[in-house]
Nanobody
């Protein structure tokens, strides 16, 4: 069984920073693209950033210039460094990854989310 576990959320003041982590574990053969999505109350889930296994990153407009996604393939982990946080960044942040398990079945996996609150 494969699972994703996020960590690093919390309460931060406007202008502050947080670093989110997502660890994939279980019967993993390989991990393709990993990414972060977020969902604020009353809003749809939206893309924040993705990163391929080769390290190519893609950012939504809300993240460009402020957020940086990275990954450590040796640890099956990806990170989202968030700087210059704004109140509108407050949301539950979800990790996503396309993973092939040891039976070579590929599918999308989601974590349970970590809450980020930006408030003074």
């Amino acid at each position: 069984q494969v699972q994703l576990v996020e960590s690093g959320g919390g309460l931060v003041q406007p202008g502050g920073s947080l670093r989110l982590s997502c660890v994939a574990s279980g019967n993993i053969f390989s991990i393709n693209t990993m990414g972060w999505y977020r969902q604020a109350p009353g809003k749809e889930r939206e893309l924040v950033a993705t990163i391929t296994s080769g390290g190519s990153a893609n950012y939504a407009d809300v993240a460009k210039g402020r957020f940086t996604i990275s990954r450590d393939n040796t640890k099956n982990t990806n990170y989202l460094q968030m700087n210059s946080l704004k109140p509108e960044d407050s949301a539950v942040y979800y990790c996503n990854a396309y993973i092939f398990d040891t039976s070579f079945r590929g599918m999308d996996y989601w974590g349970k989310g970590t809450l980020v609150t930006v408030s003074s």
